[in-house]
């Protein structure tokens, strides 16, 4: 079974507007993590914003923020006044007790002026 | 911050040869690294656990003749692709996690683009 679910492949947004990237998790494991990762053409895996299953606030760093709900088994990524800088690929990923990191498929989004 | 070091960014390369891919914490240090592949517009795929001192630990379905790992120092682990052929191009890239910071993120390399021809 999957155990990230990304179900988005592609989404465009206005500049200066918010957007909403969905994940869906499942694991059985009690204590996890889970990330969002930006990946630009160039290819590189930028870090965004990290959720700890124990955290009991969601995550906020900037202009990214992280809606958390657990029993939803969901940990969605709202990133706020979209800026063009802001168009690429962008992976939830979560690790389990082995540290491992399983990616979702992930989801292209494309500012536009 | 954490940096993670990935070298070559690019090879180009005849079937048949071996390409060395080197991965370098450059100032942390790091008894476990990842080595991910990544096919065009794809998720990343966890190839191989590439642990400090001991055998890497392979993935369900990836040949470890074929994607040899070494990580000989805390700092460094090598992927090697034998005798690569034009299925293996793929984008390659690996991460390292800071010894002791399990709730810190993974840090990435860039990548290497290995186009066999």
């Known amino acids: 079974a999957q155990k990230i679910t990304q179900t988005q492949p592609g989404m465009f947004v206005q500049e200066k507007e918010a957007v909403t990237l969905d994940c869906t998790y499942d694991?059985?494991?009690?204590?996890?993590?889970l990330f969002w990762y930006k990946q630009p053409s160039s290819g590189e895996m930028i870090f965004l914003i990290y959720q700890g299953s124990y955290d009991q606030q969601n995550a906020t760093e900037g202009r990214y923020s992280l809606n958390f709900q657990k029993a939803r088994k969901s940990a969605n990524l709202v990133i706020s006044a979209s800026q063009l800088g802001d168009s690429a690929m962008y992976f939830c990923a979560m690790r389990e007790a082995d540290y491992k990191l399983s990616f979702g498929a992930g989801t292209t989004v494309t500012v536009r002026a | 911050g954490a940096v993670v070091s990935q070298h070559p960014s690019r090879v180009i390369c005849k079937s048949g040869t071996s390409v060395k891919i080197e991965c370098r914490s450059l100032?942390?240090?790091?008894?476990?690294m990842f080595w991910y592949r990544q096919f065009p517009k794809q998720s990343l795929m966890l190839m191989a656990t590439s642990n400090e001192g001991s055998k890497a630990t392979y993935e369900q379905g990836v040949e470890k003749d074929k994607f040899l790992i070494n990580h000989a120092s805390l700092t460094l682990s090598t992927l090697t692709v034998t005798s690569a052929h034009p299925e293996d191009s793929s984008f390659y890239i690996c991460?390292?996690?800071?010894?002791?910071?399990?709730?810190?993120?993974?840090?990435f390399g860039d990548g290497t683009r290995l186009s066999i021809l």
């Open positions: 100032d942390f240090q790091a008894t476990t």
């Open positions: 694991t059985s494991d009690p204590s996890y993590g």
């Open positions: 991460s390292a996690e800071p010894i002791g910071q399990a709730n810190q993120p993974q840090h």
